[in-house]
């Protein structure tokens, strides 16, 4: 039943995350936090090794500074940057970085599919005299919000089959 739940437990809260993200446009300070206080018990119920442990403080530490990195410079959301960080702790080092790119390709993908959204709504929203020059300020204005939740649960999927809860969970 551990194995099961050690198995289940991140993806199901990275989904909630995405959704949460979504609909909203924010990821809950309860539910990052829940993500991050979970692996506690879980890296000790699935009798993590000590060193591995380690690693894994590491990883979620690094990436807890890296997000608020992003964060400071206005590419991330708050919530992006703690979600990271927790996500990170149940990555370890050894899948951080198959994490983050699967995470970026993800949010790449996102970032695409919302751009080409907001100019097909552009464009409809565009008619009459003067379409140029309203064209050139709408475009201007296109900023349009990630859900950066989205792409980080589909980053922890597919790197999660390959992290230590699936090839070194007792």
Do not use: C
């Not at 989904?15 to 879980?42: K, Q």
């Not at 119920?45 to 979620?60: I, R």
């Not at 990170?88 to 970032?111: H, N, R």
């Amino acid at each position: 039943m551990i194995h099961i739940l050690s198995i289940a437990l991140l993806p199901i809260l990275m989904i909630v995350a995405a959704i949460s993200d979504l609909m909203s446009f924010r990821i809950p300070n309860w539910l990052t936090l829940l993500t991050a206080v979970l692996f506690f018990p879980m890296a000790w119920l699935t009798g993590m090794p000590l060193v591995e442990f380690g690693w894994h403080l590491a990883a979620g530490a690094i990436l807890f500074v890296a997000g608020f990195a992003l964060f400071s410079f206005g590419l991330f959301g708050g919530g992006d940057a703690k979600l990271m960080a927790a996500a990170g702790l149940w990555f370890g080092t050894a899948q951080t970085m198959p994490f983050l790119v699967a995470t970026v390709l993800a949010g790449g993908g996102l970032a695409i599919a919302v751009a080409v959204w907001s100019l097909i709504m552009t464009v409809f929203e565009i008619h009459g005299p003067g379409e140029n020059t309203r064209l050139v300020r709408v475009a201007r204005k296109i900023r349009p919000k990630l859900p950066y939740g989205f792409a980080f649960a589909i980053g922890a999927i597919v790197a999660y089959p390959q992290s230590w809860w699936m090839t070194g969970a007792a």
